[in-house]
């Protein structure tokens, strides 16, 4: 990062973005990308670049982009949502999705777009469901957005090149922190002409940033050499969801991927800061808690974290 070549990235001439980008739009198979701050401004920037005021979206119902990001295609590009059920694998219901497209009439707004996202909860939806989502935005000429944040464990998980997964999309968004490491950033890339919008929103967000090749470098060594290793963090989630199952007083919910979802039997209370006493620092939400892998956490760890939820739990 100290070495990265820098320029001014609000006029486009900073080398370590533009590799950034260019690297990424190629290993997703689209034709131009943008570097955004997070998650977030990129599925919002998405969301603006493929809908109008008064257009609608079809969203998961739990979906990060309708649940998490602050209503920001309502509030700030006037864009309803369209909430879809999910199904178990994270893929939407295309029969209801259907159902909900409307009809072009005055009284209706005007679907634009269909969204999904992959990995869920840790949960991968496979390409076949991916498929099925493009013919049904084929169909009813609407755009089709992933929120791939997860995309790289989806891939690793499915054992398909990142490429594979993007390549029904006209726009796909990742994320280069979480799972990879990197300390900030997202890409989102698709079709010259969306980008190209994305970027003018990304700008009215105040989301262009100048000497910021500083991060865009570590962005590229996450891609580099943060990919392949999730199959590590894949392995230590299912060796801490092996853990919980054999202590008394915790139940496995599920894991998938990097992620595990577990919920005590008996009053929770007392047990995080109990844990932190023990030097491990967890969140419970009531009796649950959602433990997420990552390339800071490795094997000797886990067993770090059981035993202090083993002694805490059952003294
Ligand atoms: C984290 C996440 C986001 C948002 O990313 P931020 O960088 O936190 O804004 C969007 N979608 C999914 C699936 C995520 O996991």
Same mark, same amino acid.
């Given at each position: 990062m100290a070495a990265a070549d820098v320029g001014d990235d609000v006029f486009g001439d900073d080398p370590t973005v533009l590799d950034l980008e260019s690297h990424t739009a190629e290993l997703l198979g689209k034709e131009a990308a943008v570097f955004v701050s997070s998650g977030t401004q990129s599925n919002l920037?998405?969301?603006?670049?493929h809908c109008q005021r008064g257009d609608e979206y079809l969203v998961g119902d739990r979906a990060h982009t309708y649940?998490?990001?602050?209503?920001?295609?309502?509030?700030?590009?006037?864009?309803?949502?369209?909430?879809?059920?999910?199904?178990?694998s994270g893929m939407l219901d295309l029969d209801i999705a259907k159902l909900a497209i409307k009809p072009d009439d005055t009284h209706f707004a005007r679907?634009?777009?269909?969204?999904?996202?992959?990995?869920?909860?840790?949960?991968?939806?496979?390409?076949?469901?991916?498929?099925?989502?493009?013919? &049904? @935005? =084929?169909? $009813?000429?609407?755009?089709?957005?992933?929120?791939?944040?997860?995309?790289?464990?989806?891939?690793?998980?499915?054992?398909?090149?990142?490429i594979d997964i993007a390549a029904p999309f006209d726009t796909v968004s990742v994320c280069l922190s979480k799972g990879l490491g990197a300390p900030v950033g997202s890409v989102l890339v698709g079709s010259a002409p969306l980008i190209t919008e994305a970027r003018k929103w990304r700008k009215m967000l105040g989301g262009a940033m100048r000497q910021v090749g500083i991060i865009a470098a570590a962005g590229r060594h996450a891609i580099d050499n943060?990919?392949?290793? &999730? @199959? =590590?963090? $894949?392995?230590?989630?299912q060796l801490l969801a092996e853990g919980f199952n054999a202590i008394d007083g915790i139940e496995l919910e599920s894991q998938n991927t990097n992620m595990v979802f577990v919920r005590t039997t008996t009053d929770?209370?007392?047990?995080?800061?109990?844990?932190?006493?023990?030097?491990?620092?967890?969140?419970?939400?009531?009796?649950?808690s959602r433990m997420v892998l990552h390339l800071d956490v490795d094997e000797g760890e886990i067993e770090t974290v059981l035993t202090a939820i083993r002694s805490e739990l059952n003294g």
């Open positions: 920037c998405a969301l603006l670049a649940m998490f990001e602050g209503g920001g295609a309502a509030v700030l590009g006037s864009i309803q949502p369209q909430t879809v059920p999910m199904l178990s679907t634009r777009l269909l969204c999904l996202e992959n990995t869920t909860d840790g949960r991968v939806i496979g390409l076949e469901d991916l498929c099925a989502g493009r013919e &049904l @935005a =084929d169909q $009813h000429g609407l755009g089709y957005h992933l929120d791939g944040a997860r995309l790289w464990n989806a891939s690793i998980a499915l054992g398909v090149a990142p943060h990919i392949e290793r &999730l @199959a =590590d963090d $894949h392995r230590n989630a929770a209370s007392g047990l995080e800061q109990g844990l932190l006493r023990r030097g491990v620092q967890t969140r419970w939400l009531g009796k649950q």
